[in-house]
């Protein structure tokens, strides 16, 4: 059940107005931590019923808002061959998820949302140090598979396909704007691919429906706010603070899921 109290709309309309912004100006990876923060203060079940909707949302309003913005459009600024490897590979991806999650309980998914959310925050510490280097390659259609594949997994178990598929992306040398691109148009497929099983499995309902609702005109400020953002604010102040975001969620989620 989700209690609609001062409790749900401190936490959800912030979370969704930051995931907003992640998935409308910064490439989407960091936007899972609305549904991680959200699956605080509902179970993660709902909270992917919930989250899903609002970024289908978002994926729309972005192509919509760089033209009103009269910012380099991104509609046909993506890497094609890339997105299509990525949606290809998302398929069985997303086939996988589905299977694990009508096997397992929320507890699980706490654990591996939360462990999701520290390995990206690991990552990207990582990466910034100078700890672990991701060189640039030559296009590999099997690597793009791969990462669609991993990335339509984490997608369906917790919207969280940003950071595996962003590795391949970075991999690929894409400027900001084709990176972006390329991220908005593939999980805009992948949502679509997720849309049929969420039903079958229950993760909508009407409650769901409802907060989604109630929630997606903070989606669509966050992807206005995502879309002028992407230009003006340094991308690694935003990350530093999405990384702050991460590993206190991503610890909240796991001392949950083990108590």
């Known amino acids: 059940m989700i209690a609609f109290d001062w409790v749900f ?3 959800g309309i912030p979370a969704i107005i930051f995931g907003g912004i992640a998935k409308g100006g910064f490439g989407s990876g960091a936007a899972f931590v609305a549904g991680a923060i959200l699956a605080l203060v509902v179970p993660p079940g709902l909270a992917l019923g919930i989250i899903l909707p609002l970024f289908m949302l978002v994926d729309a309003a972005t192509f919509m808002l760089v033209d009103a913005a009269t910012l380099r459009p991104y509609w046909g600024q ?3 061959p890339s997105a299509k490897g990525i949606m290809q590979g998302a398929v069985p991806g997303c086939i996988i998820g589905a299977m694990l999650y009508a096997l397992v309980d929320a507890d699980v998914f706490r654990l591996l949302i939360g462990a999701i959310c520290l390995a990206f ?3 990207q510490l990582a990466r910034a140090l100078g700890w672990l280097m991701v060189r640039q390659m030559p296009f590999s259609r099997n690597f793009a598979w791969v990462a669609g594949l991993v990335g339509g997994f984490t997608s369906f178990i917790s919207h969280a396909g ?10 690929q040398g894409l400027g900001k ?4 691109a390329t991220t908005v148009l593939s999980f805009w497929a992948i949502n679509w691919m997720k849309v049929v099983p969420y039903a079958y499995l229950g993760i909508f309902s009407l409650e769901t429906l409802k907060a989604s609702a109630v929630l997606a005109p903070f989606a669509l400020i966050g992807a206005w706010i995502g879309v002028r953002a992407h230009r003006l604010v340094p991308e690694r102040a935003f990350f530093a603070l999405t990384y702050v975001l991460l590993v206190a969620t991503g ?9």
């Open 78 to 80: 993506w890497h094609w």
């Open 9 to 11: 709309f401190a936490v």
């Open 177 to 180: 704007t084709a990176f972006q």
């Open 162 to 171: 940003g950071p595996p598929t962003a590795i391949f992306l970075l991999s």
């Open 121 to 123: 925050a690991a990552f």
């Open 251 to 259: 610890l909240r989620l796991i001392w949950v899921a083990l108590a």
